[in-house]
């Protein structure tokens, strides 16, 4: 899945209704945590991510970020939330602006190779919001509803594209939207374990010309 973790906002259900003016300045808020979570997420993994050190890191006291997450499996989940939400609009996206097989599989990997670029630290909280959701049934359910909601953006989109004739495929457009997540998930893997990968302009072009062949076969 392909995303950037700041481009899309959303505040999560509350256990308490807030006033209107009291919610509209939780979101500034929110995003001032989130933030911060990413910050040490990234530097020190799950294992070494505390309510104090995101509370220092946001300039929050751990009342006040309390209030708003009961522990860190709640943030780590809603920092995923976004993640994955603005990955649904951008695959949602991707579809509406390609006309052709080409163009679709190009639009995946610009979308992929910016991410790497503009947020080398997405993949990073991906692949820690996995490993964490083996213990947290919270990030599990959380991820797992998230990622099916990525996989039928795309499938929704190559079936729109196969209407149209955009693409031209005898695959199942269910197996194809997984084989593409697939694909792009594990190149994300590879490039964050081995970022020299993402200069060689030979594994871009074959991964695009895969894609392509897929929606043409």
Not at 150 to 179: K, P, Y
């Amino acid at each position: 899945m392909v995303g950037w973790s700041s481009s899309q906002k959303t505040i999560s259900v509350e256990d308490h209704i807030r006033p209107m003016n009291a919610a509209i300045a939780s979101d500034v808020k929110v995003q001032q945590i989130l933030q911060a979570v990413r910050n040490i997420l990234v530097k020190n993994g799950y294992a070494g991510t505390t309510i104090s050190l995101v509370a220092a890191e946001a300039g929050v006291s751990r009342g006040l970020l309390h209030y708003y997450f009961k522990n860190k499996d709640e943030m780590l989940a809603k920092v995923l939330e976004e993640n994955m939400l603005a990955s649904v609009a951008l695959a949602a996206g991707l579809f509406e602006k390609s006309h052709s097989a080409a163009e679709i599989a190009h639009g995946f990997i610009q979308a992929l190779r910016t991410v790497l670029k503009a947020d080398p630290d997405f993949f990073h909280l991906f692949f820690e919001g996995w490993a964490v959701a083996r213990q947290s049934t919270l990030v599990d359910g959380r991820l797992k509803a998230l990622y099916g909601q990525f996989r039928m953006a795309v499938r929704d989109g190559l079936a729109h594209a196969l209407e149209d004739g955009r693409i031209a495929t005898t695959l199942s457009v269910d197996g194809l939207a997984v084989l593409i997540t697939g694909i792009i998930d594990g190149l994300g893997l590879q490039l964050v374990t081995e970022p020299s990968l993402a200069d060689d302009e030979r594994i871009w072009a074959a991964a695009a010309d895969g894609i392509v062949r897929l929606l043409e076969s």
